[in-house]
């Protein structure tokens, strides 16, 4: 069974920057859409950024527009998330997740929290 393991979470002061890694060693990501998505304390868990499967096309939440990139890497099976310029409303558990659905869908699968496979979160506290 497919399974993510994320990393790269921690504390940083706004205006800093994160690398998040989402890992599922031994498995063939290529058509898998992958998104991350995160959840504040007492909020519902939402879609900050999701990349397609064939053709790596991205979609983000307004909110992070321009201050996160995702990238993925099919060799390593692995996907990222570089978090610059981060604010306290960027604080939560942030969790990595893939879903088999086309690649046209990559927007609906963060938009609706898509995922048929999820990973155990890793921690990201913006504060000073």
């Known amino acids: 069974q497919l399974q993510f393991a994320e990393s790269g979470g921690g504390l940083v002061q706004p205006g800093g920057s994160l690398r998040l890694s989402c890992e599922a060693p031994?498995?063939?990501?290529?058509?898998?859409?992958i998104g991350w998505f995160r959840q504040a304390p007492g909020k519902e868990r939402e879609g900050v950024s999701c990349i397609s499967g064939s053709d790596g096309k991205p979609y983000y939440k307004h909110s992070v527009w321009g201050r996160f990139t995702i990238s993925r890497d099919n060799a390593k099976s692995t996907v990222y998330l570089q978090m610059d310029s981060l604010k306290p409303e960027d604080t939560g558990v942030y969790y990595c997740?893939?879903?088999?659905?086309?690649?046209?869908?990559?927007?609906?699968?963060?938009?609706?929290?898509?995922?048929?496979?999820w990973g155990q979160g890793t921690q990201v506290t913006v504060s000073s």
């Open positions: 997740a893939g879903h088999g659905g086309a690649p046209s869908s990559v927007q609906q699968m963060c938009e609706q929290t898509w995922g048929h496979y």
């Open positions: 031994g498995f063939n990501l290529d058509y898998y859409n």
